[in-house]
């Protein structure tokens, strides 16, 4: 069973922008917080940002506070990762995932669904 829909991943050169995006399109998004993760070779899995289903308070992983910014549209059932000023660094897998909790946390274990995961790359 297909939960969501990722998208938007790609190659960029450093200090670029690019947008992920992440769709569920057999349920509303609105009582879940969201999150997007991500995964280099060779590392573990890392929180980037999530939104809270409640007051929809964010939070971001300080090596790409300012830089990163999620947003969430309950309306389209989708969330987004607005990235901006990448560096090389950011080259990762990038997963959406959701969990029913009112405040969103940067713990993978709370998460319940997950996305199949998008490839970002950047390089110059």
């Known amino acids: 069973q297909v939960h969501f829909v990722e998208s938007g991943g790609g190659s960029k050169q450093p200090g670029e922008s690019l947008t992920l995006s992440c769709t569920a399109p057999?349920?509303?998004?609105?009582?879940?917080?969201v999150a997007w993760f991500r995964q280099a070779p060779g590392k573990e899995r890392e929180g980037v940002s999530c939104a809270s289903r409640g007051d929809a308070r964010t939070q971001t992983a300080e090596n790409v506070n300012g830089r990163f910014l999620i947003a969430k549209d309950n309306a389209l059932s989708t969330f987004y990762l607005h990235m901006n000023k990448l560096k090389s660094e950011d080259t990762a897998v990038y997963y959406c995932a959701v969990e029913s909790a009112y405040i969103c946390s940067l713990t993978s274990d709370r998460y319940d669904l997950w996305g199949q995961g998008t490839q970002v790359t950047v390089s110059s």
């Open positions: 057999t349920f509303s998004l609105t009582y879940y917080s």
